[in-house]
């Protein structure tokens, strides 16, 4: 089967990338390069040894879009391509709403012309906004509270609708928590541009010493140290999960959300403690005032997707850590630069189709 992956170079696109390739499917990669590297694509290749076409696509420019449908039989789209700094889209709440609902609306449409129905969608967490209430089923009440969090949820709303007006569509919805670390070969990982905005990066950001110290916000919740506490998903165990969704859903027609994530929480500073055990690194902390919005305690259910999917979580917050910093040790300018600890890595030697 050919696989469209949209969003393919990005953290969690890439590794994605790995786990279908090995798994012997074929696959197309589009994304716009506007967080992303095509050298994520390039090692992919090296990780894998495997070939595969990309194209430099944005997703608003419809006739390009059609033009990589035309050239590929399709069969399904593994939907990952959009912006996704929440603090961002506060201040450009307009271009988010822009890039990820039109560009979705676009590729359903183009997918529904060359007749492909069958799509997971990389929605988040986000969709259930600050509920306190724990863990997070897919029954819990959605409410995004910002407009990256509502331009998933908006998605979802529209993709129910698609199903809903034409029952052979077979869409997954899956909403993953806090993804961390990197593939154990340490060549492909999260490169966020300017000051990370998840947790892990900025650690790790610290530990190299690009950032002088990680800002807590808030040290007085109801949890046991004070710090607000998370559900931490390696971005390994998040790639095998869209690998599963898409398995479950080539054979049969509906529209599902699952969960991803541990089920377990820990917060900022058991991240902290994990963090300086696998780096070896101390990490300077400054505690501030709490955002407006953060949950004190946020975690998943993920047993619908270990029923459904046959999937759950296999590695804990030492592998994240471990992981996250052998590939920043190893690219401590993420994919712009190749470090000295880089120089035996070869160049690919399997065609990449670029147009």
Not at 71 to 86: E, M, Q, R, S, T
Not at 301 to 322: F, Q, S, T, V, Y
Request: aromatic share 10%.
């Amino acid at each position: 089967m050919k696989i469209l992956i949209t969003g393919g170079a990005g953290y969690i696109g890439s590794h994605t990338c790995v786990e279908l390739l090995n798994k012997g499917y074929e696959i197309i990669v589009l994304d716009n390069f506007s967080n992303s590297k095509p050298d994520a694509l390039k090692r992919v290749a090296e990780i894998t040894g495997k070939s595969f076409h990309y194209y430099k696509v944005d997703l608003l420019n419809l006739k390009m879009l059609e033009e990589v449908f035309l050239k590929h039989k399709i069969d399904a789209v593994i939907h990952f391509a959009g912006l996704k700094a929440v603090g961002e889209s506060n201040l450009v709440p307009l271009k988010y709403y822009q890039n990820n609902v039109v560009g979705t609306v676009n590729l359903c449409e183009t997918m529904n012309k060359f007749q492909v129905k069958k799509l997971v969608f990389s929605s988040s967490a986000t969709v259930y906004g600050s509920t306190e209430q724990v863990p997070i089923s897919e029954e819990t009440s959605l409410g995004a509270v910002n407009p990256y969090g509502r331009t998933k949820q908006m998605i979802e709303e529209i993709l129910e609708d698609i199903y809903n007006s034409d029952h052979n569509w077979s869409i997954t919805l899956l909403r993953y928590f806090n993804p961390a670390g990197a593939h154990k070969s340490g060549l492909i990982g999260e490169d966020p541009k300017g000051i990370p905005n998840n947790l892990v990066p900025y650690l790790s950001q610290v530990a190299i010493g690009k950032i002088q110290r990680l800002s807590i916000f808030g040290n007085d919740y109801p949890t046991a140290d004070g710090t607000g506490v998370r559900d931490y998903i390696h971005v390994v165990d998040l790639a095998k999960g869209h690998l599963k969704a898409f398995e479950r859903l080539k054979n049969e027609n509906g529209i599902n959300a699952y969960n991803l994530g541990t089920g377990k929480g820990f917060s900022v500073l058991e991240m902290v403690r994990a963090y300086e055990k696998a780096s070896g690194q101390i990490i300077s902390y400054t505690i501030k005032e709490r955002r407006p919005g953060d949950a004190a305690i946020c975690y998943a259910n993920p047993l619908k997707a270990k029923a459904e999917l046959d999937w759950e979580a296999k590695l804990d917050i030492n592998d994240m850590c471990n992981d996250a910093w052998n590939w920043q040790k190893n690219n401590p300018n993420g994919y712009d630069k190749v470090s000295d600890n880089d120089q035996s890595i070869p160049k690919s030697k399997n065609l990449i189709v670029s147009n």
